[in-house]
């Protein structure tokens, strides 16, 4: 079985640009998950996608962070403009459904913002 | 809120020691659901166990072995007779029942394992 599969897997961008990171969750999986890990700090949530709805946005920086997931497979997270805070491993998860117990991880993205 | 604590940042051991990872977690929750994933260099979270908070048996598998101590608090994991290939992050996380799916995760113990 395939795992989640995420890309790029490494970004360097400048602060102020614009960045994007796709994410394939394991196939029939119903929820997404988005988080952002902070270098020695565990993962934090930023968006779960339940289908192509959102479940749970609470900790998303909506004004400069966005995520779709148009046709309740792919996601993709947006972050425009970027800030030199935003640096941090985006990590993309997937399980069968929203109750369901385990989460897959994929590689995660690692975005530096100089 | 829920918050989840793993108060020791690095460890480090020689190969064949016994290790015990420590985290303590907060919720008003009453039950609720705590998991152990390891993170090693190539950056993938591997999940390891999941527990109930119904279920206060301690559970081994393999090397590992984990006790959860509802009293205080408390979900440590223990990797006896540690291996190189045991080097990693580890972190422990909690789900409330009424929290969809989502997961708090402590700040992580990074484990090295010297041969």
């Known amino acids: 079985e395939a795992g989640v599969a995420q890309s790029p897997r490494y970004k360097i961008i400048e602060k102020r640009q614009s960045v994007a990171f796709w994410c394939n969750p394991i196939?029939?999986?119903?929820?997404l998950y988005w988080y952002q890990q902070i270098l020695g700090q565990g993962p934090k949530l930023l968006i779960q996608f339940q289908n192509n709805g959102v479940v749970d946005d609470s900790q998303l920086p909506k004004d400069r962070f966005s995520a779709e997931r148009l046709k309740g497979v792919d996601s993709t997270l947006k972050i425009q403009p970027a800030k030199l805070e935003d640096s941090a491993v985006y990590l993309c998860?997937?399980?069968?459904?929203?109750?369901?117990?385990?989460?897959?991880f994929g590689p995660g993205t690692r975005l530096t913002v100089l | 809120a829920q918050k989840v604590t793993q108060a020791q940042t690095e460890i480090s051991v020689v190969e064949k020691e016994d290790v015990t990872l420590d985290c303590v977690y907060e919720?008003?929750?009453?039950?609720?659901?705590l998991f152990w994933y390891k993170q090693p260099p190539s950056g993938e979270l591997v999940f390891l166990i999941r527990r109930n908070s119904f279920d206060e048996q301690n559970e081994i598998s393999g090397r590992y072995s984990w006790n959860f101590q509802k009293s205080t608090s408390s979900f440590n994991f223990t990797i006896t007779a540690s291996q190189v290939v045991d080097s990693a992050v580890y972190f422990c996380a909690l789900r409330p029942n009424n929290a969809g799916n989502m997961l708090t995760f402590g700040g992580g113990t990074r484990l090295m394992v010297k041969p």
């Open positions: 998860a997937s399980s069968l459904d929203g109750r369901a117990y385990e989460q897959f």
């Open positions: 196939s029939g999986h119903a929820t």
């Open positions: 919720t008003r929750d009453t039950t609720y659901y």
